[in-house]
């Protein structure tokens, strides 16, 4: 790996004060070495609906400011929530708006891991599962390493304190994924 340091974007499906994918987010912070820069997203909440009459020289500014985040992050990871045994609708409404224009998307190509967080012990994964396909149907490099986070409020701590080993382990594993996957985009010669 170059010194060079990894942006990533965190992205949290739930604007919650309380989330505890928020804080499986915030947790990366003491998870992640030196090389790496985590910035969470912060203006799910500020998207519009997703609408095609808001494309091209209407785009809203929020809109446009996710696409720069986006394409400025070497990679992006997202923790959703799950309602009612999918991803919940201010999630799917940001990757709607991150997939235009139909193939140029800022998440176009972009390395991408999900995870998952849930006071149930599945963990949000019928949730992660289906982030993972609507990233693939656009066109974004989802790597392999998942991870659902069960009986999430023992488990993580608002403001990212470490209080269970192996999520801690497990979210190290994920940016190392995503470590691995910038180097595979990036020519040699960088
Ligand atoms: C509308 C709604 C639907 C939910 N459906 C599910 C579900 O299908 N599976 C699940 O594990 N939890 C479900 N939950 C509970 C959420 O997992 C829980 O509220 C969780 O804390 C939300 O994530 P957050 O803490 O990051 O906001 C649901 C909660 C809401 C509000």
């Not at 609408?51 to 992006?76: M, T």
């Amino acid at each position: 790996m170059s010194d060079r340091k990894l942006k990533v974007l965190a992205i949290s499906g739930s604007v919650r004060s309380d989330s505890v994918n928020t804080a499986l987010l915030e947790t990366l912070k003491n998870v992640s070495s030196d090389n790496f820069i985590v910035e969470i997203y912060e203006h799910l909440a500020e998207l519009p609906i997703f609408n095609q009459d808001l494309e091209g020289e209407n785009i809203p500014d929020f809109v446009a400011e996710l696409g720069r985040s986006v394409s400025e992050a070497d990679a992006v990871l997202i923790s959703t929530p799950e309602y009612n045994g999918a991803i919940p609708g201010g999630l799917k409404n940001l990757l709607d708006w991150g997939s235009r224009p139909w193939g140029k998307g800022a998440f176009s190509g972009k390395p991408v891991a999900v995870i998952g967080a849930s006071p149930s012990e599945y963990g949000a994964s019928r949730a992660v599962a289906m982030t993972y396909t609507i990233l693939e149907a656009m066109s974004a490099t989802v790597i392999n390493r998942k991870l659902t986070v069960g009986n999430a409020p023992d488990r993580v701590a608002v403001g990212g304190e470490i209080i269970d080993e192996m999520v801690a382990k497990s979210l190290s594993d994920v940016l190392e994924g995503l470590e691995i996957a910038v180097e595979n985009l990036t020519p040699v010669s960088q």
